[in-house]
């Protein structure tokens, strides 16, 4: 069981920067992987970014990369992920995801809104 909890959402003009955090608890794994995805309204789940600690290989969507950064940190078993040159299209919530196989998420927060105005 593993509980995952984000924030760090919030609404930020076009260019802007936001960081968002994964707090997780429960029994976690040094071998999960760690994934952010995103929805918007009317839209389906979107993959963003995920890390697999254990050996700290990372993973972007095509539409993110150069932008947005995941990374963890181990002490404080949270996973981040900042957003750099934000743009509209990026608006969503965005939900923290944790799972043992890749692409097999098991567990996932309650998301946190990110709003990107023009």
């Known amino acids: 069981q593993v509980q995952l909890v984000e924030s760090g959402g919030g609404l930020v003009q076009a260019g802007g920067s936001l960081r968002l955090s994964c707090a997780a608890s429960?029994?976690?794994?040094?071998?999960?992987?760690m994934g952010w995805f995103r929805q918007a309204p009317g839209k389906e789940r979107e993959f963003v970014a995920r890390?697999?600690?254990?050996?700290?290989?990372?993973y972007y969507t095509d539409s993110v990369k150069g932008r947005f950064t995941i990374s963890r940190d181990n002490a404080k078993n949270t996973v981040y992920l900042q957003m750099n040159s934000l743009k509209p299209e990026d608006t969503a919530v965005y939900y923290c995801?944790?799972?043992?196989?890749?692409?097999?998420?098991?567990?996932w927060g309650q998301g946190t809104q990110v709003t990107v105005s023009s």
């Open positions: 429960g029994r976690t794994f040094s071998s999960y992987y």
């Open positions: 995801a944790a799972g043992l196989v890749e692409s097999q998420y098991g567990y």
């Open positions: 890390i697999r600690w254990s050996v700290g290989s990372i």
